[in-house]
Nanobody, 115 residues
Framework: QVQLVESGGGVVQPGGSLRLSCAAT????????EAWYRQAPGRVRELVAA???????NYADAVKGRFTISRDIAKNTLYLPMSALKPEDTAVYFC?????????WGQGTQVTVSS
């Protein structure tokens, strides 16, 4: 079993920045893919950013140029620095690690963008 612990959420004003972290209890040397998702109230969970096999990186159109997905394999940690935050970025953010064939979710961290 793999546990993922997220941190870094909070309340920020529009235009502000936050950095989310997701630390795993298993090393990342054999990981298949990693991703960040978010879920706003009353909406389905949506992909924000992902690192897929071959180290390809994909972003949702809504966050391109503002969010950056990265990882530190030595620390078993995935990051999501977010800048120029907007009220529509308000959601619970979840990390997902996929060790083929199983995927694991973090518990979620709340990001609220409000003035």
């Amino acid at each position: 079993q793999v546990q993922l612990v997220e941190s870094g959420g909070g309340v920020v004003q529009p235009g502000g920045s936050l950095r989310l972290s997701c630390a795993a209890t298993r090393n990342m040397f054999d990981i298949y893919s990693e991703a960040w998702y978010r879920q706003a109230p009353g909406r389905v969970r949506e992909l924000v950013a992902a690192i897929t096999p071959g180290d390809n990186i994909n972003y949702a159109d809504a966050v391109k140029g503002r969010f950056t997905i990265s990882r530190d394999i030595a620390k078993n940690t995935l990051y999501l620095p977010m800048s120029a935050l907007k009220p529509e970025d308000t959601a619970v953010y979840f990390c997902n690690f996929h060790y083929w064939p199983n995927g694991y979710w973090g518990q979620g961290t709340q990001v609220t963008v409000s003035s």
